[in-house]
């Protein structure tokens, strides 16, 4: 904290940040403005859409309402903080692979939401996954791709645990698709 009490020590993606800032300065301004972190979109500035979604200790918040203030010594995880050494998390190459992402407007905050939900549960069934990304509204799409990501992201989080646990090789997708077999696949990709 400065002298004059309005600085605030809190971690961005694993990196600590002390900021010399308004308490009241939204989150969502604080990340992109002062610290450049403009994955994180304004959709309607009140809390309802869900594109500026993050997590503070883990926690999926709207950052367009939450004051930096009140993140003073907490976590703060952006969509930047996925990836880790330039590879992408298995999330995002989901959301890649299953065409999750559309105008890319609610995509980090989507991306968040999923990446809280997949940090607790490991429920990959459709009902939970909609209920988890609820809270995030995509005007360009019918959610299924999205659920789908996730649902794939589930899956091949999982494999990787045991395939790390059991040393066995064989990239995550291939063996998605094998576990999914022929009657979740389209009828023109059925030998």
């Given at each position: 904290m400065t002298a004059d009490g309005a600085g605030f020590r809190f971690l961005v993606n694993g990196d600590p940040v002390e900021l010399d800032v308004p308490g009241m300065r939204r989150l969502l301004d604080v990340l992109r403005e002062d610290l450049g972190l403009t994955g994180t979109k304004e959709g309607c500035g009140e809390g309802e859409c869900g594109a500026c979604s993050v997590l503070i200790d883990g926690a999926v918040v709207d950052s367009c309402l939450v004051p930096v203030c009140q993140v003073d010594g907490d976590?703060?995880?952006?969509?930047?903080?996925?990836?880790?050494?330039?590879?992408?998390?298995?999330?995002?190459?989901?959301?890649?692979?299953?065409?999750?992402?559309?105008?890319?407007?609610?995509?980090?905050?989507?991306?968040?939401?999923?990446?809280?939900?997949?940090?607790?549960?490991?429920?990959?069934?459709?009902?939970?996954?909609?209920?988890?990304?609820?809270?995030?509204?995509?005007?360009?799409?019918?959610?299924?791709?999205?659920?789908?990501?996730?649902?794939?992201?589930?899956?091949?989080?999982?494999?990787?645990?045991?395939?790390?646990?059991?040393?066995?090789?064989?990239?995550?997708?291939?063996?998605i698709d094998e576990l999914r077999g022929p009657a979740d696949l389209p009828p023109d990709k059925v030998e």
């Open positions: 976590a703060v995880r952006t969509v930047e903080g996925l990836s880790a050494g330039g590879d992408l998390d298995a999330l995002q190459h989901a959301f890649l692979v299953t065409g999750g992402a559309q105008c890319g407007i609610c995509t980090p905050g989507m991306l968040m939401a999923a990446r809280a939900y997949l940090d607790a549960s490991s429920d990959a069934s459709e009902e939970s996954i909609s209920e988890a990304i609820a809270g995030n509204l995509c005007r360009c799409t019918g959610y299924t791709k999205i659920i789908e990501a996730v649902r794939r992201a589930a899956i091949a989080e999982r494999i990787d645990r045991v395939t790390g646990i059991l040393g066995l090789p064989g990239s995550t997708d291939e063996l």
